[in-house]
C-alpha cells in the first residue's frame, strides 16, 4: 500500500536529491552550498514524555543522513476535555530542555484544541543540514558492507509500555525493575544522534537507518528495499536485553519487530567496521556486526542451522 501511494507522489523539482520512497525517511534538497535535510514524524500514543520523544524521533532520522539537526517546527494539537494552560506548557518545556540539548532551535509551528482527540498529538519538523560530500543514504550499502547495529532492541518499546502500562506488569515485576525499564527512554535512550556522529567520524558509512514502528526487522527490511540488496543477518548477533525480552513476554510481542528507537543500523566497508565499532565503544555505546549486504533481490535473509532462510517482514 505505501508503495502504491509514493509512487503518485509528484516529484518534479531537480533541486530535490531525495524524495520519498521506502526506507527513506528524510527529504533532501539541494540548497547551493549546502544540502538541506528535511524530516516530519508525530507522536500519536505516547502520553507520558510527548516532547521529549517528538524531538528525538525526529533528530534521529536527520542524524541518519549525516546532518545535524538544526531548526524545529512543532504542532500541538491538544483534547478539548483534557487541556489547561499547564498541558502545553509542559510539553513545550519537554520540547525546550530535549532542542537545548540537541542544540536545535524551536522557530515555529501551530497549536490548537481540537475536537475528537482523548491525548495530545504532536507533529514536528525537523530541518538539518550536511556538506554536499558527506550525505548519507539507505541507498548507499553495496555489496560486502558489514551491517552493525547499536545499543540493541527494543529500547522505545520497552520505555513506552512500562511508562504507559506499569500496572500490567506488577504482576511479573518488581516495582525497581519497571522504574528500570521506565528510565530506559533515557538510558540506554531513545536518541541515536550520538551514535551516527561517532561511527561517522570513526570512518566510511554507507548507509544508516532508524528501526522503528516494525522494530529491527523491518528496519533490515526497508534498508534492503532502499538499497536495491539482500541483507544477510544472524539473529543470535542482536543484541535483547533480559528486561526488554521479559517486557516483551509480558505484553505477547516479538522484541525484533518492536518498535525499537534507539538503535541506529548501519552498513560500513569491512575495512572501516573494526574502527567504527571501536570508536562506538570508547563513546561507551555498544555495537554488534550482525551481518553482510550482499548482491541480489532486495530482501533479508536470516541465519539458520542449515544455512540462510528468507525473513518473513512483519505486517506494521
Given at each position: 500500500?505505501?508503495?502504491a ?9 531537480p ?8 526506507g527513506?525517511d ?5 540548497c547551493?552550498?549546502?544540502?538541506a535535510?528535511y524530516?516530519s514524524d508525530p507522536i ?6 510527548i ?6 524521533v525526529?533528530?534521529n532520522?536527520?542524524a541518519?543522513?549525516g546532518a545535524r539537526p538544526l531548526w524545529l517546527?512543532?504542532?500541538l ?12 506548557e ?6 525546550q530542555?530535549?532542542?537545548?540539548d540537541?542544540g536545535i532551535?524551536v ?8 475536537a475528537g ?8 519538523t525537523l530541518?538539518g ?7 548519507i543514504?539507505p ?10 547495529l ?13 511508562r ?17 525499564a521506565?528510565n ?5 535512550g531513545i ?10 567520524e570513526?570512518?566510511r558509512?554507507t548507509?544508516?537507518h532508524d528501526p522503528?514502528?516494525?522494530?529491527v ?5 526497508e534498508?534492503?528495499q532502499?538499497?536495491c540488496?539482500?541483507l544477510?543477518?544472524?539473529p543470535?548477533?542482536?543484541a535483547v536485553p533480559a528486561?526488554?525480552?521479559?517486557i516483551c513476554?509480558a505484553?505477547?510481542?516479538d522484541?525484533?519487530?518492536a518498535?525499537a ?6 552498513t560500513?566497508?569491512?575495512s ?7 570508536a ?19 530482501g533479508?535473509e ?10 518473513a517482514?512483519?505486517?506494521?
Open positions: 500500500m505505501l508503495a501511494i509514493l509512487s503518485r507522489m509528484p516529484l518534479e523539482d533541486r530535490v536529491i531525495l524524495g520519498p520512497g521506502i527513506l528524510c527529504a533532501v534538497v539541494d547551493g552550498e549546502r544540502l535535510v524530516k500519536t500514543f505516547a502520553t507520558d514524555r516532547g521529549y520523544y517528538l524531538v528525538h525526529n533528530a532520522d536527520i541518519t543522513t517546527l512543532v504542532t494539537l491538544l483534547p478539548e476535555q483534557e487541556t489547561s494552560a499547564v498541558l502545553p509542559l510539553i513545550m518545556g519537554q520540547i530542555d530535549a532542542c537545548r540537541l532551535a522557530i515555529g509551528g501551530h497549536t490548537e484544541i481540537t482527540l482523548d491525548r495530545p498529538i504532536a507533529v514536528g530541518i543540514e550536511v556538506a554536499r560530500d558527506r550525505l543514504t541507498r548507499g550499502a553495496g555489496p560486502g558492507d558489514r551491517v552493525l547499536t545499543k540493541g532492541v527494543p529500547i522505545e518499546a520497552t520505555a513506552l509500555l512500562a504507559e502500562f506499569p500496572e500490567r506488569l506488577r504482576s511479573a515485576m518488581t516495582d525497581s525493575e519497571i522504574a528500570a521506565q530506559y527512554l533515557f538510558d540506554p536518541g541515536i544522534t550520538r551514535d551516527a556522529r561517532a561511527a561517522i570513526a570512518g558509512v548507509a544508516m522503528t514502528e516494525g522494530g526487522v523491518t528496519a533490515l527490511w534498508l534492503a532502499a538499497s540488496k539482500t544477510r543477518v544472524d543470535s548477533r542482536i528486561l526488554a525480552r521479559r513476554e505484553f505477547g510481542i522484541p525484533l519487530c518498535i528507537s534507539g538503535a541506529l543500523l548501519l560500513t566497508p569491512p572501516a567496521a573494526n574502527a567504527i565499532r571501536e562506538l565503544t570508547n563513546a561507551q555505546i555498544a555495537c554488534a556486526e550482525i551481518g553482510v549486504v550482499a548482491d541480489g533481490p532486495p533479508v536470516r541465519k539458520t542451522r542449515t544455512g540462510y532462510e528468507l525473513w517482514r512483519p505486517a506494521a
